[in-house]
Structure formats: C-alpha cells, structure tokens
C-alpha cells in the first residue's frame, strides 16, 4: 500500500536468478503464485508467495543462463548471463524494456504465471 501511495513507475530487481515480468491487471492479487506457462517451466507447482496489489510494474531482472525458461540448470562458470536493457523516451512518456542475453540479444518473455507471451519487448506508458 505504502509504494502504491508514493507512486511508483517501475521497480526492478535481481538475486532471485529468474525472469520475471509482472505486470499489473495480469494478476489476481493474493492468490497463491502458480507457475502455468509450460514456456517458463514444465512444472506445475504452487511457490511460497504471492502477488500484493502493487499498481506498478516490477521485472526480476538477473539471471545465470541464456534463456527464460527456469528447467535449465544455472552455473555461474559458463559465463551465461541475462539481465534487462530499458529505454525511456525524449518525452519520459513511454518506457520500453527487454531481457537480454550475453550477447545483447533480445529474449522472448513470458509470463510465467499465465499464457501471455510478450515477444521481445514490453512498453510501459508511464503517464
């Protein structure tokens, strides 16, 4: 409630070695967290947690691999690592953001907790 009320545009985190986009009005908040997208994982399982009500969109951003999908094993030896590039326009209108890849490739995101598919790029209108 307290973020919500110093309102916040967008929040980005690391150190969960996943990535995830969560995006508001694409979620029920408190509701169990429940992985569904077979492109994420081909697991089905319930996580301890769940979605707040946070009215911004959050990216956990940081991860040992070259790929979404969390069924790979990560090791910090290969040298694989993804993270999130953004862009804000002249205007601080719109926000476009993307996981990339060691190489600064463009990844395909999913929702993991949903169907949805993003493609390469969300754009965020920060009006």
């Known amino acids: 409630k307290l973020l919500n009320e110093i309102d916040i ?20 908040p408190y ?3 429940i992985y569904k997208n077979t492109k994420y994982t081909t697991k089905s399982s319930v996580n301890e947690g769940y979605f707040t009500d946070a009215q911004f ?3 956990i951003v940081s991860k040992h691999d070259d790929v979404q999908n969390i069924d790979r094993t990560q090791s910090q030896l290969d040298g694989k690592m993804c993270g999130v590039a953004s862009h804000v326009d002249a205007s601080f209108t719109k926000l476009t953001l993307c996981y990339t890849n060691r190489y600064l490739e463009k990844m395909e995101m999913v929702d993991p907790f949903s169907a949805i598919e993003y493609g390469t790029e ?5 009006e």
């Open 31 to 33: 509701e169990n967290l």
């Open 57 to 59: 969109p959050t990216f």
């Open 9 to 28: 545009d967008i929040s980005y985190s690391g150190h969960e070695h996943e990535l995830i986009p969560i995006i508001p009005g694409t979620f029920t």
């Open 122 to 126: 969300i754009i965020i209108n920060l």
